[in-house]
């Protein structure tokens, strides 16, 4: 069942180069280099975007607003659902939603999806699990084909909800006309590159993991920083620490450090940095200066060749653009699972936690 490996978190890890092949399967259109959502062909690019989620399909939603914003032109709110869900939220007409699960079965996101109805407006289910709850009630369904996930830490469900993401963004962005060729034409092609790069690295990244749980297990709290749409990874890396080893773990937008956070920082409480190499690099550099002023301790994901001095480098192979992501966010669920598993927690079955949240 585990495919030989010691909990079904690390076997799902592992198969994420796979999850992004068969999300990405009858999804382009190979001769034409183009993608195609038969799902929602019936439907205009909207004007405005509500997504609504939970969790690590949150941070999915986050992760998305930057790509359907800057390729597709289309403004995104991204919403916890169950804030949405009690609030009286602006639904205009041209308006579309698109609720994030994985299970399809989390209770408030599905009271957000009662709720765009009664209002009138389509909605997009993107979710995993086929006939579930959240694919009945939407108008339309897309389903992430990510296969089941066991464990109760989400790990390649987000891999497959962000590349259904960067799809949809360059759907739109095609659709609307508004999206450079040549961006278009790279994001297509290198994308079906991801699963083998991936694929090559993963083992490394597993040892580099478990060399890095070993020195830092003993942490009582984590900062996770990162700016752009590392923002989103930095919260989702420090959901995975807390909710599998409960070392107590806080995502931060880099830039918000000075605003109160960098006050915590000392020689015990350490920094994970996405220090990836793109163009928001030289902010997040100085704010990792300003970390290692006060005495704290960094450990950078990065790219080879770009200029950083920490305590602790991981390297990880730069591809191109938003791409990177498909490679960092492995790296930050590997060293969850490493320290957890060192520590000999329930890395399957953590406490107080259940796979599916069917009450809210
Ligand atoms: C974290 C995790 C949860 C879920 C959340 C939403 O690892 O698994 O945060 O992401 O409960 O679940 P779905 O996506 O099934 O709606």
Same mark, same amino acid.
């Given at each position: 069942?585990?495919? @030989?490996?010691?909990?079904?978190?690390?076997?799902?890890?592992?198969?994420?180069?796979?999850?992004?092949?068969?999300?990405?399967? @009858?999804?382009? /259109?190979?001769?034409?280099?183009?993608?195609?959502?038969?799902?929602?062909?019936?439907?205009?690019?909207?004007?405005?975007?509500?997504?609504?989620?939970?969790?690590?399909?949150?941070?999915?939603?986050?992760?998305?607003?930057?790509?359907?914003?800057?390729?597709?032109?289309?403004?995104?709110?991204?919403?916890?659902?169950?804030?949405?869900?009690?609030?009286?939220?602006?639904?205009?007409?041209?308006?579309?939603?698109?609720?994030?699960?994985?299970?399809?079965?989390?209770? /408030?996101?599905?009271?957000?999806?009662?709720?765009?109805?009664?209002?009138?407006?389509?909605?997009? @289910?993107?979710?995993?699990?086929?006939?579930?709850?959240?694919?009945?009630?939407?108008? *339309?369904?897309?389903?992430?084909?990510?296969?089941?996930?066991?464990?109760?830490?989400?790990?390649?469900?987000?891999?497959?909800?962000?590349?259904?993401?960067?799809?949809?963004?360059?759907?739109? @962005?095609?659709?609307?006309?508004?999206? /450079?060729?040549?961006?278009?034409?790279?994001?297509?092609?290198?994308?079906?590159?991801?699963?083998?790069?991936?694929?090559?690295?993963?083992?490394?990244?597993?040892?580099?993991?478990?060399?890095?749980?070993?020195?830092?297990?003993?942490?009582?709290?984590?900062?996770?920083?990162?700016?752009?749409?590392?923002?989103?990874?930095?919260?989702?890396?420090?959901?995975?620490?807390?909710?599998?080893?409960?070392?107590?773990?806080?995502?931060?937008?880099?830039?918000?450090?000075? *605003?109160?956070?960098?006050?915590?920082?000392?020689?015990?409480?350490?920094?994970?940095?996405?220090?990836?190499?793109?163009?928001?690099?030289?902010?997040?550099?100085?704010?990792?200066?300003?970390?290692?002023?006060?005495?704290?301790?960094?450990?950078?994901?990065?790219?080879?060749?770009?200029?950083?001095?920490?305590?602790?480098?991981?390297?990880?192979?730069?591809?191109?653009?938003?791409?990177?992501?498909?490679?960092?966010?492995?790296?930050?669920?590997?060293?969850?699972?490493?320290?957890?598993?060192?520590?000999?927690?329930?890395?399957?079955?953590?406490?107080?936690?259940?796979?599916?949240?069917?009450?809210?």
């Amino acid at each position: 069942q585990k495919g @030989g490996h010691k909990h079904f978190m690390i076997k799902e890890i592992f198969e994420q180069p796979k999850v992004i092949s068969d999300c990405l399967a @009858g999804r382009i /259109d190979l001769e034409k280099g183009e993608v195609v959502l038969s799902e929602i062909a019936d439907l205009e690019p909207p004007e405005r975007l509500h997504i609504i989620a939970c969790g690590t399909s949150y941070h999915a939603g986050l992760w998305g607003k930057y790509l359907i914003e800057k390729w597709a032109e289309i403004p995104v709110e991204v919403e916890i659902a169950s804030e949405f869900r009690y609030r009286d939220p602006l639904l205009s007409k041209g308006g579309v939603a698109l609720a994030i699960s994985q299970s399809g079965e989390t209770a /408030d996101t599905l009271a957000g999806i009662k709720l765009v109805k009664q209002k009138g407006l389509p909605i997009i @289910g993107l979710c995993n699990v086929v006939g579930s709850s959240v694919a009945r009630e939407s108008s *339309h369904v897309v389903y992430t084909q990510a296969g089941p996930e066991i464990s109760v830490a989400s790990t390649k469900a987000m891999c497959s909800q962000l590349t259904a993401l960067l799809l949809l963004a360059l759907y739109w @962005g095609k659709k609307k006309g508004v999206i /450079d060729v040549a961006t278009y034409s790279r994001a297509v092609m290198d994308l079906r590159n991801i699963p083998s790069i991936l694929e090559a690295e993963l083992p490394a990244m597993r040892d580099k993991a478990q060399e890095l749980s070993r020195e830092f297990s003993e942490a009582y709290s984590f900062f996770f920083l990162g700016r752009g749409m590392y923002f989103p990874l930095a919260l989702e890396g420090a959901l995975k620490l807390k909710e599998i080893s409960y070392i107590h773990a806080e995502g931060y937008a880099s830039g918000e450090m000075k *605003h109160g956070p960098i006050a915590l920082i000392d020689p015990k409480f350490p920094t994970f940095a996405m220090a990836l190499n793109d163009e928001l690099f030289s902010k997040v550099k100085s704010n990792l200066v300003e970390v290692q002023a006060r005495g704290g301790e960094i450990i950078a994901l990065t790219n080879p060749g770009v200029d950083l001095e920490v305590e602790h480098r991981w390297n990880l192979p730069e591809v191109w653009g938003p791409l990177n992501t498909f490679i960092a966010l492995p790296a930050l669920q590997l060293f969850a699972y490493e320290t957890a598993d060192y520590l000999g927690k329930d890395v399957d079955q953590p406490r107080n936690l259940a796979k599916s949240v069917t009450v809210e």
